[in-house]
C-alpha cells in the first residue's frame, strides 16, 4: 500500500504596498492601491500565510513627513489638530510643499524623537485616526494604522547590509552621500540618504524589508506606476535575499482627466470622507464594501486612462446590490473556496485581485458563492 502523500507546506508570502504619508486625506489614487492591496491580502490568506506589512512608523523619517511636522510647529500656532478634517490638515501639507524644504538641521530633534519615542505629531495622529474610521466603513483590514511598528533595523545597518550585497555605494567619509548601486545592472545610480544623513523613501523600504524578505517564500511589492523606477531597484535588492519577487504597479486614478499628486491639492470633493458620503448605502455595509471594490478594481483596472466617475461608482453599487441577491449557499466549504480562488493566480502565490473581481461580474456566472464574497470583499 502507498503511503499518502504529506500535506503541501503553505508558502510564505509578504505584502509590501507603498505606505501613504498622513498628511493629506485619502484619494480616490490612495484608495484603489489600498482597496487592491485587501483584496489580494484576504483573498491569498486562504492559500498562504500572508504578512501584511504596512508600517507608517517606518516612513515618518522621511523629509516630506518631518519636514511638514516642523512647517506646522514653526509657523502655525498651538491648532486644536485633534478636531481638525484631514482636509484642513490636508491644506496645510499643500502650502509646506509649495515652499523650500527645511534645512536638514531643523529636523534632527524631529528625527530623533520618531527613532528614540515613537514620537508622532499631533496632526499626524489626527490623520490616522480618521483613517481608521474610513478603513472600517470600507471593510479594510486595519494593518496598525496607528501602531508604533518600527523597521527591524537602523540606517546604519541598512548600509551596511547594501555594501555587502555590492549594492551599495557608501561616501559619506569624504562627505557625500549614499547611492543604492545597480549600475551594473543596468539601472541607475538611486541616492538614498543625502550627505546631511537624511533617508528617502526608499531607504526607509530597505530598513525595513531588508531584515523580513529572507523569511518569505514570496514578496509582493504594490505602488504607484510613478514609483517605478525605484520598485524595480527594491526587486532587484530583495531578489538577492531568496524570496521570488514581484512588483505590482497600480495606476493612479485622474481627476477629471488631470493626474496630479496630492501635494498639489486637486483632491477637494474627491477626498474618501467626500466619496463615502456620495455612495451613501450606510443601511446596507454588504453593497459598500463590495461595490467599492467593483469599482476600484474590475471598473478601473490596473492602468490610469479612466477618471474617477461619481456615476460608475453608484453603478458599481447597483451591480454589487444584484449580485448579493445572486449568491447561493453551496455548501462544499473551504476546498470549493480554495479551487476558486487558486484559478486567479497565474505564476505566483498571490491571487490577482483584477482577474478574481472581474470574474464577479461574468455574464456566464449565474451565481455567486457567499464564501468567496464573505472572505475576500465583505
Same mark, same amino acid.
Given at each position: 500500500?502507498?503511503?499518502?502523500?504529506?500535506?503541501?507546506?503553505?508558502?510564505?508570502?509578504?505584502?509590501?504596498?507603498?505606505?501613504?504619508? !498622513?498628511?493629506?486625506?485619502?484619494?480616490?489614487?490612495?484608495?484603489?492601491?489600498?482597496?487592491?492591496?485587501?483584496?489580494?491580502? /484576504?483573498?491569498? =490568506? !486562504?492559500?498562504?500565510?500572508?504578512?501584511?506589512?504596512y508600517s507608517p512608523t517606518t516612513?515618518?523619517?522621511?523629509?516630506? #513627513? @518631518? *519636514? %511638514?511636522?516642523?512647517?506646522?510647529?514653526?509657523?502655525?500656532?498651538?491648532?486644536?489638530?485633534?478636531?481638525?478634517?484631514?482636509?484642513?490638515?490636508?491644506?496645510?501639507?499643500?502650502? %509646506?510643499?509649495?515652499?523650500?524644504?527645511?534645512?536638514?538641521?531643523?529636523?534632527?530633534?524631529?528625527?530623533?524623537?520618531?527613532?528614540?519615542?515613537?514620537?508622532?505629531?499631533?496632526?499626524?495622529?489626527?490623520?490616522?485616526?480618521?483613517?481608521? &474610521?474610513?478603513?472600517?466603513?470600507?471593510?479594510?483590514?486595519?494593518?496598525?494604522? #496607528?501602531?508604533?511598528?518600527? !523597521?527591524?533595523?537602523? #540606517?546604519?545597518?541598512?548600509?551596511?547590509?547594501?555594501?555587502?550585497?555590492?549594492?551599495?555605494?557608501?561616501?559619506?567619509?569624504?562627505?557625500g552621500p549614499v547611492y543604492l548601486?545597480?549600475? $551594473?545592472?543596468?539601472?541607475?545610480?538611486?541616492?538614498?540618504? #543625502?550627505?546631511?544623513?537624511?533617508?528617502?523613501?526608499?531607504?526607509?523600504?530597505?530598513?525595513?524589508?531588508?531584515?523580513? =524578505?529572507?523569511?518569505?517564500?514570496?514578496?509582493?511589492?504594490?505602488?504607484?506606476?510613478?514609483?517605478?523606477? +525605484?520598485?524595480?531597484?527594491?526587486?532587484?535588492?530583495?531578489? $538577492?535575499?531568496?524570496?521570488?519577487?514581484?512588483?505590482?504597479?497600480? *495606476?493612479?486614478?485622474?481627476?477629471?482627466?488631470?493626474?496630479?499628486?496630492?501635494?498639489?491639492?486637486?483632491?477637494?470633493?474627491?477626498? =474618501?470622507?467626500?466619496? @463615502?458620503?456620495?455612495?451613501?448605502?450606510?443601511? +446596507?455595509?454588504?453593497?459598500?464594501?463590495?461595490?467599492?471594490? @467593483?469599482?476600484?478594481?474590475?471598473?478601473? *483596472?490596473?492602468?490610469?486612462?479612466?477618471?474617477?466617475?461619481?456615476?460608475?461608482?453608484?453603478?458599481?453599487?447597483?451591480? =454589487?446590490?444584484?449580485?448579493?441577491?445572486?449568491?447561493?449557499?453551496? &455548501?462544499? &466549504?473551504?476546498?470549493?473556496?480554495?479551487?476558486?480562488?487558486?484559478?486567479?493566480? $497565474?505564476?505566483?502565490?498571490?491571487?490577482?485581485?483584477? /482577474?478574481?473581481?472581474?470574474?464577479?461580474?461574468?455574464?456566464?456566472?449565474?451565481?455567486?458563492?457567499? +464564501?468567496?464574497?464573505?472572505?475576500?470583499?465583505?
Amino acid at each position: 500500500m502507498t503511503a499518502p502523500h504529506p500535506p503541501e507546506a503553505r508558502r510564505k508570502v509578504l505584502l509590501a504596498p507603498v505606505t501613504v504619508t !498622513p498628511a493629506k486625506p485619502l484619494t480616490p489614487s490612495h484608495l484603489k492601491g489600498l482597496l487592491w492591496t485587501d483584496v489580494m491580502f /484576504r483573498a491569498t =490568506a !486562504p492559500l498562504a500565510d500572508v504578512t501584511y506589512r504596512y508600517s507608517p512608523t517606518t516612513y515618518h523619517l522621511t523629509e516630506q #513627513t @518631518l *519636514g %511638514f511636522w516642523e512647517f506646522l510647529d514653526r509657523t502655525q500656532e498651538d491648532l486644536p489638530y485633534a478636531s481638525l478634517s484631514e482636509e484642513e490638515i490636508g491644506e496645510l501639507y499643500i502650502r %509646506f510643499r509649495a515652499g523650500p524644504p527645511p534645512p536638514a538641521a531643523a529636523l534632527r530633534p524631529y528625527a530623533h524623537e520618531v527613532e528614540s519615542n515613537g514620537w508622532v505629531h499631533p496632526a499626524g495622529e489626527r490623520v490616522l485616526r480618521l483613517w481608521s &474610521g474610513h478603513y472600517a466603513r470600507l471593510g479594510l483590514h486595519d494593518p496598525g494604522l #496607528t501602531a508604533h511598528q518600527p !523597521p527591524g533595523i537602523g #540606517t546604519e545597518e541598512m548600509i551596511e547590509r547594501l555594501v555587502a550585497l555590492g549594492l551599495g555605494l557608501d561616501q559619506r567619509s569624504s562627505g557625500g552621500p549614499v547611492y543604492l548601486d545597480a549600475t $551594473r545592472h543596468g539601472l541607475p545610480l538611486r541616492q538614498i540618504v #543625502t550627505a546631511e544623513g537624511r533617508p528617502n523613501y526608499l531607504a526607509c523600504a530597505l530598513r525595513e524589508l531588508l531584515p523580513m =524578505a529572507p523569511a518569505y517564500d514570496e514578496v509582493v511589492l504594490l505602488y504607484d506606476t510613478e514609483l517605478g523606477a +525605484d520598485y524595480r531597484l527594491l526587486q532587484l535588492v530583495l531578489n $538577492r535575499l531568496g524570496p521570488q519577487v514581484h512588483r505590482v504597479p497600480i *495606476g493612479r486614478v485622474p481627476i477629471d482627466g488631470t493626474i496630479r499628486s496630492a501635494r498639489h491639492g486637486g483632491w477637494q470633493d474627491h477626498t =474618501a470622507g467626500a466619496l @463615502l458620503k456620495a455612495v451613501g448605502t450606510d443601511d +446596507d455595509e454588504d453593497v459598500r464594501r463590495l461595490g467599492v471594490r @467593483l469599482y476600484f478594481v474590475a471598473v478601473l *483596472g490596473p492602468g490610469q486612462a479612466q477618471s474617477f466617475r461619481t456615476d460608475l461608482l453608484r453603478r458599481s453599487l447597483d451591480r =454589487a446590490r444584484r449580485l448579493l441577491r445572486r449568491t447561493s449557499e453551496r &455548501g462544499a &466549504g473551504v476546498p470549493a473556496l480554495v479551487d476558486d480562488l487558486r484559478r486567479h493566480r $497565474r505564476d505566483h502565490t498571490h491571487v490577482d485581485p483584477y /482577474r478574481l473581481t472581474s470574474s464577479l461580474t461574468a455574464r456566464a456566472r449565474p451565481t455567486i458563492d457567499r +464564501d468567496l464574497l464573505s472572505t475576500v470583499y465583505l
